[in-house]
């Protein structure tokens, strides 16, 4: 079976950090990515990485403050968010996709986590 397992959520103030972690199992993935929903608003692509080279992607709002990484060991993919806004307030997903390709749409991926509450307050 497999499984995603979102965890590291939580509250803190502006410009706080935060560490998310999502422990994949049940298959190999080629990429896996985080996305982010806010009240109101749709799913929002944040960054993906390449399980086999550690390729990684970004949109522009969290280059420089967010870092993706896997850990091949654990078999879980990491998400550093350092000098969050709140902005940044949202339930956060891991997915994984069976694919290299890279995209920001949420029919890429083939499966999904539960999902981990990040707020952050001004």
């Known amino acids: 079976q497999v499984q995603l397992v979102e965890s590291g959520g939580g509250s803190v103030q502006a410009g706080g950090s935060l560490r998310l972690s999502c422990a994949a199992s049940?298959?190999?993935?080629?990429?896996v990515a985080w996305f982010r929903q806010a009240p109101g608003k749709e799913r929002e692509f944040v960054t993906t990485?390449?399980?086999?080279?550690?390729?990684?992607y970004y949109i522009d709002s969290v280059k420089g403050r967010f870092t993706v990484s896997r850990d091949s060991v654990k078999n879980t993919v990491n998400l550093q968010m350092n000098s969050l806004k709140p902005e940044d307030t949202a339930v956060y997903y891991c997915?994984?996709?069976?694919?290299?390709?890279?995209?920001?749409?949420?029919?890429?991926?083939?499966?999904w986590g539960q999902g981990t509450q990040v707020i952050v307050s001004s």
């Open positions: 997915a994984a996709s069976l694919t290299f390709r890279v995209t920001p749409w949420t029919s890429g991926y083939n499966y």
């Open positions: 990485i390449r399980w086999d080279d550690g390729l990684t």
């Open positions: 049940g298959r190999t993935f080629s990429r």
